[in-house]
């Protein structure tokens, strides 16, 4: 027996218990504590110089251990879409989305899942780009960063 629960709110946390009886052994009862969380997103801004090496950490408060156990993205906004720069499957290579075609050979995945941006140009000024950890289908932690630049 499945309780679903649809649309999902954080006022649905709670305990919650099936009670039924059985023949010839009496009731049965099982409980469970529902915690409900709001999707996590953290928003940064970041300040580099013209030509400069721009690095994104992914989650700055996560050691990459964490984040090498489960599928990540990196994406960057354009003109209201996001497009997708860097996929990273666990145990396995980083796969360069059609997000690249704007950045060319630019953009590359680092050490601890940052993302690398070299050389930043004024055109990069104001972009979002942002990085999705899916820990579970239904739990993704974002981070978004919008870059400014600055000239000498």
Known sequence: WTLHL???TVSLSGQYECTFATYPYGT???KIQLIVKKEEEQHYVKEVQ???TLEIPCLEDTTSENLSNFPLKWLVEENGRK???V???P????VYGNGRALYGQRVRLGLNNTLQIFPIKLTDDG???SCHVVYHPERVHKSS????????
Not at 91 to 94: T, V
Not at 145 to 152: A, E, L, P, Q
């Open 50 to 52: 013209l030509n400069q």
């Open 28 to 30: 049965k009862a099982a």
């Open 6 to 8: 649809k649309n999902v």
């Open 83 to 85: 497009e997708e720069l």
């Open 91 to 94: 145990s396995s290579p980083a």
């Open 145 to 152: 960063t919008i870059v400014r630049v600055f000239g000498k």
């Open 127 to 129: 972009r979002v780009f």
């Open 87 to 89: 996929i990273k499957e």
